[in-house]
């Protein structure tokens, strides 16, 4: 009889994070910062990582960029390996504030791939 041993990988763990600074008024523009990390318990990521934006009525999107992400509308996507304990560079997401927008608007961002079971994060 062969004894065998499985040592089974840990998968990657991103997770999200979405931040903004100052206070946004309305008929102004604000900017939103989306950050993306592993956990240093996890594994490289592999494959496509991709960011999705939600709006809610009231902002609209003017630009979303960041450095080696490809971005379309209100989704960026990546394809290097994010290794365990890093982040991504960050997405600067800049929008529109409709001078009718209600007092107060939660956003939410997703993150998907990579290996890793998806990740969302709210800023209000």
Same mark, same amino acid.
Do not use: E
């Given at each position: 009889? =062969?004894?065998?041993?499985?040592?089974?990988?840990?998968?990657?763990? %991103?997770? !999200? @994070?979405?931040?903004?600074? /100052?206070?946004?008024?309305?008929? @102004?523009?604000?900017?939103?910062? %989306?950050?993306?990390?592993?956990?240093?318990? $996890?594994?490289?990521?592999?494959?496509?990582?991709?960011?999705? #934006?939600? &709006?809610?009525?009231? &902002?609209? &999107? =003017?630009?979303?960029? /960041?450095? /080696?992400?490809?971005?379309?509308?209100?989704?960026?996507?990546?394809? #290097?390996?994010?290794?365990?304990?890093?982040?991504?560079?960050?997405?600067?997401?800049? !929008?529109?504030?409709?001078?009718?927008?209600?007092? @107060?608007? %939660?956003? @939410?961002?997703? !993150?998907? $791939? /990579?290996?890793?079971?998806?990740?969302?994060?709210? #800023?209000?």
């Amino acid at each position: 009889m =062969v004894n065998v041993t499985l040592t089974i990988a840990p998968s990657p763990a %991103i997770t !999200v @994070q979405k931040t903004h600074s /100052g206070v946004f008024s309305q008929g @102004q523009a604000g900017s939103y910062t %989306i950050t993306v990390n592993n956990s240093p318990t $996890g594994s490289p990521t592999s494959g496509t990582v991709s960011v999705t #934006d939600t &709006l809610p009525s009231g &902002l609209a &999107l =003017v630009s979303m960029a /960041g450095s /080696g992400w490809s971005c379309l509308v209100a989704t960026c996507t990546r394809s #290097d390996a994010l290794a365990p304990g890093s982040s991504y560079a960050s997405i600067t997401m800049n !929008v529109n504030v409709a001078p009718t927008a209600p007092p @107060q608007v %939660i956003i @939410q961002v997703s !993150v998907s $791939g /990579g290996g890793s079971a998806p990740a969302n994060a709210s #800023d209000v």
